[in-house]
């Protein structure tokens, strides 16, 4: 069946605008993560959403970024002003969901932000 | 804080050789434990778990685990080397799962000489 997949797959922009990165996940995950990687930080956990609701924002950078599901399916990660530090791959992951600490998440191939 | 330190960010193995690949926790609490591989350009694909169901872990691709909680460890290994193991190896732990997110290492980049 199909994976996570992320839109787009590429994205340079300029500093100061804004972009959306989609993510979807395999049908019937109700759990969805998102993640940044990038050479100095490494992976980091941003958000998780289960079903539409995100209980816990505070993984994410700043005030800039901004997260939202809808219809427990597709999500979408905004980041307003984009400043250079943001460049990285942002990684999308989804899991079955219902809070089973060892459901396994399954990654989406990523989205590379380039912030000129 | 919790974290999850992953020795050696480069690792060089000979093609045949075993592959031991480090990863310790600290936390009085044991986590929830897994091992994820990147190769090139691409997602990463999970190589195995650790459920509490068993110390001794099998994954994919002829890769292993043993969880060791004297030693708070959960070192990856593989008895032969082989070219297409080159990639990036994580180490990730979730303690709360869901709402927690994975804590991963830096990553170990495994290198296979032919």
């Known amino acids: 069946g199909a994976g996570v997949s992320q839109s787009p797959s590429n994205k340079v922009t300029e500093k100061g605008k804004d972009v959306e990165l989609r993510c979807d996940p395999i049908?019937?995950?109700?759990?969805l993560y998102w993640y940044r990687q990038s050479l100095g930080q490494g992976l980091e956990f941003l958000i998780y959403?289960?079903?539409?609701?995100?209980?816990?924002k505070s993984g994410l950078p700043s005030d800039r970024f901004s997260a939202e599901r809808t219809g427990g399916s597709v999500s979408t990660l905004t980041i307003q002003r984009t400043q250079q530090e943001d460049s990285a791959v942002y990684l999308c992951?989804?899991?079955?969901?219902?809070?089973?600490?060892?459901?396994?998440?399954?990654f989406g191939p990523g989205t590379r932000l380039t912030v000129l | 804080a919790q974290s999850v330190t992953q020795l050696g960010s480069h690792v060089s193995v000979s093609e045949g050789a075993l592959v031991l690949l480090r990863c310790n926790y600290s936390?009085?609490?044991?986590?929830?434990l897994f091992w994820y591989v990147q190769y090139p350009n691409q997602g990463l694909q999970l190589l195995l778990k650790?459920?509490?169901?068993a110390t001794l872990v099998k994954g994919i691709n002829g890769f292993e685990a043993e969880f060791k909680k004297s030693e708070t460890s959960f070192h990856l290994t593989k008895p032969s080397a082989h070219l297409s193991d080159a990639a990036e190896y994580f180490c990730?732990?979730?303690w709360g799962g869901g709402a927690d997110g994975l804590t991963f290492g830096k990553g170990t980049h495994l290198i296979i000489q032919p």
């Open positions: 936390s009085s609490v044991p986590p929830y």
């Open positions: 049908s019937g995950h109700t759990a």
């Open positions: 992951a989804s899991s079955l969901g219902g809070g089973v600490r060892t459901d396994t998440q399954y």
């Open positions: 990730a732990v979730t």
């Open positions: 650790y459920t509490s169901a």
């Open positions: 959403f289960q079903g539409n609701s995100a209980p816990d």
